[in-house]
């Protein structure tokens, strides 16, 4: 058995049209994995599977809105469909809004919980007896650097990155006899669209983060892409619960 092989295995990517997550599918489809990415936006997304094509990949998509249980298990269902099964699902999606906590309406801090986190938690639900069907399966869920730490302009979004960790934590009890191993990555400051925004809002975010990271440079999307096969492979069969930093050693230096 080729540790980190993943011919023949089936992964579903939520918010898998770009960034991480389209990063963490090239991962795996160069590995062997056949991909349906999950989107909102059907043109980002065809272009996300026509990349995942051309690296040799057996790919799809499926319009999908995470934050509606139906669409989450129609997601499921479609990778069935298409390829078979499903082995291996990247709870990715996400969004955020960036305000003090006295500014947010109730209805503003629902949306990122929903978006981040329940979102995760019904994805992995809806996966659940598909996974149990193929003998076991792979779930890796997005948390942050946030995770860790406290945002004072993102406080939705610290607290469902947190609450990834924790949800992680108990998927991975539960459902660790019955083979699937449920494992968290906590991207750092990564060059993506998201943190472009972000250094235009914040112009000293760039000169803070440099100086706080021991590589000395922001991450790429790319930087994604072994740890997601590690954590989808047989590599990682005896890892479950963890949560893998992805940082350049941001979190560990003072």
């Not at 249980?69 to 291996?88: K, T, Y």
Request: charged share 20%; aromatic share 6%; glycine share 12%.
């Amino acid at each position: 058995m080729e540790l980190f092989d993943l011919s023949g295995k089936v992964a579903v990517v939520t918010g898998g049209n770009g960034g991480i997550g389209l990063a963490m599918a090239a991962g795996m489809a160069e590995a062997g994995a056949a991909i349906l990415v999950a989107g909102r936006n059907a043109e980002k997304s065809a272009a996300a599977v026509d990349s995942l094509k051309a690296l040799g990949a057996d790919a799809d998509r499926c319009e999908t809105d995470v934050t509606h249980e139906d669409s989450c298990h129609a997601l499921m269902r479609r990778a069935v469909d298409r390829f078979g099964g499903l082995d291996i699902l990247v709870n990715n999606a996400g969004i955020a809004i960036r305000k003090r906590p006295e500014d947010y309406a109730a209805s503003e801090w629902m949306q990122v919980l929903q978006a981040n986190l329940t979102s995760a938690f019904i994805c992995s639900q809806a996966a659940y007896a598909h996974m149990q069907a193929r003998g076991g399966g792979k779930i890796i869920n997005i948390g942050s650097m946030y995770s860790l730490f406290g945002a004072a302009l993102s406080a939705p979004y610290a607290a469902s990155k947190g609450g990834i960790v924790q949800l992680t934590k108990s998927l991975a009890a539960a459902w660790a006899r019955e083979n699937i191993q449920v494992n968290a990555v906590l991207p750092g400051w990564i060059d993506t669209a998201l943190t472009r925004q972000a250094r235009l809002d914040l112009p000293d975010l760039n000169d803070r983060v440099l100086a706080r990271t021991p590589a000395g440079h922001w991450g790429d999307p790319d930087d994604h892409k072994g740890v997601a096969v590690f954590l989808a492979s047989a590599a990682s069969q005896f890892v479950t619960g963890a949560s893998i930093s992805v940082d350049g050693g941001y979190a560990i230096s003072g």
